[in-house]
């Protein structure tokens, strides 16, 4: 473990989750770089990028391909970062899709599901067990999530997309006062338009 500590980034194989691992690592902290399998060779791209930033502790990274969705794997994620990198500081659960461009009455539930699964339940789960391992260290910690604008107010052809930044504002609300005892902040960011690679398709 570095002197700052251990960071988790989701869907960070590009865009702001990317800018966050490499900017993490750069602060000093050993980082682990999470994306769905189908990213995983944009993961190691950036954790060798990290692992050249420095010598020692600094610039220690790992790889950790899970889908956020999926409870399992979010909890075999943070597992595997404690087991390597001996510990978790810093969550931030950036992991995020967007969704078509449909007014309410076109929206189909699968895409409904598609959307709310990764953008909403993702972060639940990232919450949740990043939370149990830090409330287990007793040494405090760092969860963020990704909202949006969007998640402040709603957008008539973003209705997934828009409730799923919502629901982040509520998680994060309900897990700073559940966590702040322990020494742990909780808090989300709210990015308006910016130009990634998931905007622009």
Known sequence: ??????????????GIGRAIAL???????????????GR??????????IEGMGQGSVGMAMVV??????EAEVAAMVGAVVARLGGLDVMVANAGVGGAS???????VEEWDRVMGVNARGVFLCYKHAGLQMVKQGRGGRIIGASSITGKKGMVTQVPYSASKFAVRGLTQCAAQEFGPSGITVNAYAPGAINTPMCAS
Do not use: P
């Open 65 to 70: 391909v899970a889908d956020v969705a999926v």
């Open 40 to 49: 995983a060779g944009e993961l190691e791209a950036l954790r060798g990028e």
């Open 102 to 108: 449909q007014r309410l009455t076109e929206v189909s």
């Open 23 to 37: 900017r993490l690592a750069e602060d000093g902290f050993a980082v682990a770089v999470n994306d769905v399998a």
């Open 1 to 14: 473990m570095s002197s700052k500590g251990t960071a988790l980034v989701t869907g960070a194989a590009q």
